[in-house]
């Protein structure tokens, strides 16, 4: 079987290992995996040499780059991924976070790509634009879960939000479980112990996703960023104390 991941660039972040330790999870005499991936902006730390230290395929897509506007580089981005897909021929492709996820899916049902599946590893639909261009980016989620055979959260509560926000059906949209930590016997960098196992049943077009994990004890920082610059200051919210 033959899987195409496509993901908008390997800033320094969780999508980055959590894609190394998915292309290792899977048995590679059973599969064969490619990844595409954009190019990080000029203040991103960039894991790209170390997703290639780990053995994953990688090839470059320098057209797409993660911003909130479409522009013409994304109509070469499109194109240059089309032609990966001719080609790859993949089974399936499995496109991640939101820039790939608009340029890897309609690139894929344009090449009449078998299976197409999204996963979310979080969401800018509500609380990062104003209200117009949030109700822009809610609408073109909408459409582009219709383009998909499976829609995946990576997490419970990414799952509520998008089916809150009607992105997708409840049947349409999974949630799986990513545990941070060591690798144990594969002493491997990545940090990550437990992946997205993928299992295609062509007979009815169904994508099962699972992810085993060894401990119920989770924790997290989410989205420590400045969009613009310099930072502009923002007032404390009572609910968090003053760290300094």
């Given at each position: 079987m033959r899987i195409l991941r496509i993901v908008t660039r390997l800033n320094t972040g969780g999508p980055a290992r959590h894609l190394t330790a998915l292309s290792q999870a899977l048995d590679s005499d059973r599969y064969e995996q490619w990844l595409a991936a954009g190019r990080e902006g000029a203040r991103e730390g960039s894991m790209r040499s170390f997703v290639e230290g780990q053995g994953v395929r990688l090839t470059l897509v320098p057209e797409m780059v993660g911003t909130s506007r479409l522009g013409p580089a994304d109509v070469w981005a499109l194109a240059r991924i089309r032609r990966m897909i001719r080609d790859v021929r993949p089974d399936i492709v499995e496109t991640h976070t939101t820039k790939a996820g608009i340029v890897g899916r309609l690139a894929a049902r344009l090449e009449g790509s078998p299976v197409v599946v999204h996963v979310y590893h979080g969401h800018v639909l509500e609380g990062h634009?104003?209200?117009?261009?949030?109700?822009?980016?809610?609408?073109?989620?909408?459409?582009?879960?219709?383009?998909?055979?499976?829609?995946?959260?990576?997490?419970?509560?990414?799952?509520?939000?998008?089916?809150?926000?009607?992105?997708?059906?409840?049947?349409?949209?999974?949630?799986?479980?990513?545990?941070?930590?060591?690798?144990?016997?594969?002493?491997?960098?990545?940090?990550?112990?437990?992946?997205?196992?993928?299992?295609?049943?062509?007979?009815?077009?169904?994508?099962?996703?699972?992810?085993?994990?060894?401990?119920?004890?989770?924790?997290g920082v989410r989205w420590l960023a400045c969009w613009s610059s310099p930072c502009p200051s923002r007032p404390r919210s009572p609910r968090w104390p003053d760290s300094r």
């Open positions: 634009y104003g209200a117009v261009k949030t109700r822009l980016a809610r609408c073109a989620e909408r459409l582009l879960a219709r383009a998909s055979d499976r829609l995946l959260a990576v997490s419970a509560r990414v799952k509520d939000d998008l089916v809150r926000l009607k992105v997708a059906s409840p049947e349409l949209l999974s949630a799986a479980l990513f545990q941070s930590g060591r690798c144990g016997e594969r002493a491997c960098d990545s940090g990550v112990t437990s992946a997205l196992l993928v299992n295609v049943f062509p007979e009815n077009r169904r994508v099962v996703m699972s992810a085993p994990v060894k401990s119920s004890r989770i924790g």
